[in-house]
């Protein structure tokens, strides 16, 4: 096998992991645009309650995502993964039979308490080589993103024909499906190992990321984004219906709009990353949300909510790929799985109080101001966002440590500290795993090569 390839249990790995991910996030997103409109028929289905049915999942996934990372380090990955998706499909069953808006939100949470997504992390980086993890993350990170589009494309799509109800049917097949997957194509790891860059809170490092004001505006950002997310599409589906379009042509929609948005996002994302300006995009993103919130209110028409969503869509799609991406630009090495931890947190706390402050607003006023509160909401966002300041454009190498000890360790971590370019160095002599954050416009790249080879 080629150094540079992938080894098959790291094939099996990664095309296991990010298919369970996809199916999670299907299972989860299928649901958000078509819940508004196909729950009004429960009992004790008020606005609130209803936003409050499509935002819960995200509190039980902020308050047990960390819990289930500290036992899967104590009793092994795998048991913890079928631990949470068993949960999930019961979750699913619930909600699949319940007959109550009680019913419903207890289904919900279920779901949520299903938050294996950073056991799922974890496993993945103990079944790939350190050198192979960026283009591991990144192959999850294309399954999620592909996953939500067709989720909201195919829940009005398939609602249509199995309602409600059985979408959430669906959701507990899949559920069953990812634990066919982790059982016979992962492999288990040798050994459960410890790692800086997978979301799991150090204790120590919390204060260092709590009181780092550039982090600070970046988990906020990712906090609104989801609050807007879930908050907006308690409104989005009914007023799409009002403005005449039905619930298949709901998915067509959708389906347009994120493609385009994410086909105009591509060349935004290069101009940030390239051209150093990712200040600028994550301004521009907020900025095209706020206009799109605005715009989706006029009363012009069916077609007016369209350009609306197609803003929304791109704007939402640049900050989800590129807030990841700077949470790790700006966190310290050693303090990089506590920041994407917090990060991750803030995601779903965002979303829970997305589905409480939508349900909310629409109990009180209605969706025109709800969308009117969202980008009034915008605007503080971008005011915050004014002191971020533009970020070093920094990169990460992860890599095996070689054979040496004590004395010879440390002056091979001195060498490296001494190269110019080298900004930052971590060794985890246990796990045998060193960490270095880079300026490529500084560094000579082939001396760190041969630096690493030779030692």
């Not at 990010?18 to 299928?30: S, T, V």
């Not at 039980?60 to 899967?72: E, V």
């Not at 984004?225 to 039905?246: C, D, M, R, S, Y």
Request: aromatic share 10%; glycine share 12%.
């Amino acid at each position: 096998m080629r150094q540079d390839s992938l080894s098959k249990i790291e094939v099996r790995a990664i095309s296991g992991l990010a298919g369970l991910y996809g199916l999670r996030m299907l299972g989860l997103f299928m649901v958000l645009p078509v819940m508004p409109l196909l729950l009004l028929h429960y009992e004790g289905a008020e606005p609130f309650v209803i936003g409050l049915a499509i935002g819960i999942y995200g509190f039980t996934q902020a308050l047990l995502q960390l819990p289930y990372g500290w036992l899967s380090d104590k009793f092994g990955r795998k048991p913890l993964i079928y631990t949470g998706l068993l949960i999930f499909a019961l979750g699913s069953l619930v909600a699949a039979v319940a007959d109550s808006m009680l019913w419903l939100l207890i289904g919900r949470a279920l779901q949520g308490a299903g938050a294996i997504a950073g056991v799922l992390m974890a496993l993945l980086a103990d079944l790939t080589r350190d050198e192979k993890r960026t283009q591991a993350m990144a192959s999850v990170g294309i399954s999620i993103g592909l996953a939500f589009i067709l989720a909201m494309a195919a829940g009005p799509l398939l609602a249509g024909w199995i309602g409600l109800s059985g979408l959430f049917w669906l959701t507990a097949i899949f559920s069953l499906v990812g634990i066919f997957i982790v059982w016979r194509w992962v492999p288990t790891p040798k050994r459960i190992r410890k790692h800086l860059d997978t979301g799991g809170i150090d204790t120590k490092q919390l204060g260092r990321v709590l009181l780092n004001p550039q982090l600070i505006r970046l988990d906020f950002s990712i906090l609104v984004l989801h609050l807007l997310l879930t908050g907006v599409f308690i409104a989005v589906p009914g007023l799409l219906a009002e403005a005449g379009w039905t619930l298949a042509q709901h998915g067509w929609i959708y389906l347009v709009t994120m493609l385009l948005g994410f086909g105009f996002m591509i060349p935004l994302i290069i101009i940030g990353e390239k051209g150093r300006k990712m200040k600028a995009m994550l301004l521009l993103a907020v900025s095209l949300i706020a206009v799109a919130l605005m715009l989706m209110p006029t009363d012009l028409g069916n077609w007016a909510l369209l350009p609306g969503l197609l803003l929304f869509f791109t704007g939402f799609n640049l900050l989800e790929a590129s807030l990841p991406s700077l949470i790790s630009k700006q966190s310290p090495v050693q303090a990089k799985g506590t920041a994407m931890g917090i990060y991750s947190t803030s995601q779903f706390v965002g979303a829970f109080f997305g589905g409480l402050l939508g349900g909310l607003l629409l109990t009180y006023w209605g969706p025109q101001e709800l969308l009117w509160s969202a980008a009034g909401l915008c605007l503080l966002w971008l005011i915050l966002l004014l002191g971020f300041k533009q970020p070093r454009h920094l990169s990460s190498r992860i890599f095996t440590l070689p054979s040496l000890s004590g004395e010879a360790l440390g002056a091979f971590k001195q060498k490296l500290v001494a190269m110019q370019g080298v900004v930052e160095v971590v060794f985890l002599e246990e796990e045998t795993t060193g960490y270095l954050k880079l300026d490529k416009e500084l560094l000579n790249e082939e001396a760190l090569n041969q630096l690493l080879l030779n030692e």
